[in-house]
């Protein structure tokens, strides 16, 4: 399972780092994002409706932003996704390159929650898969 788990998601990242983030097969109608507390505006939203309102304030805030996929680690029911990300601030004008990484609680290929760190070391640990 999975397998099935982070092929799902190699999908939608494949997707992502296109540029392409309109699509929504990969998600429950019921997920739960949780924007952890080192990201700017650390907030939970409920539904898919609610993630996509988030996901299009966050975008809107750069001039060029790229989001790329370095490695899935599966664990149980979550997988979690190293990322890179890279981008141009709109209005500053400021480049910016750092790394960080999603949890995801997988269920037969369908995101039923997703928690975004910054700090690669906490996501790890809260899929059980550190030290």
Known sequence: MSEENVEALRRAYGQWAQGDFSRRELFDPHIECVWAADLPDPHVDHGVEALWKSSRE???????????????LPADDKVVVLIAIRGRGKGSGADVSTEGAHVW???Q???LRVEAYMDRAEALEVAGLSG
Do not use: I, P, Q, V
Request: hydrophobic share 55%; proline share 0%; glycine share 4%.
């Open 58 to 72: 966050w975008l809107s805030a750069w001039d060029a932003f790229r989001l790329e996929a370095e490695a899935f």
């Open 105 to 107: 609680t997988m269920r």
């Open 109 to 111: 290929g369908k995101a």
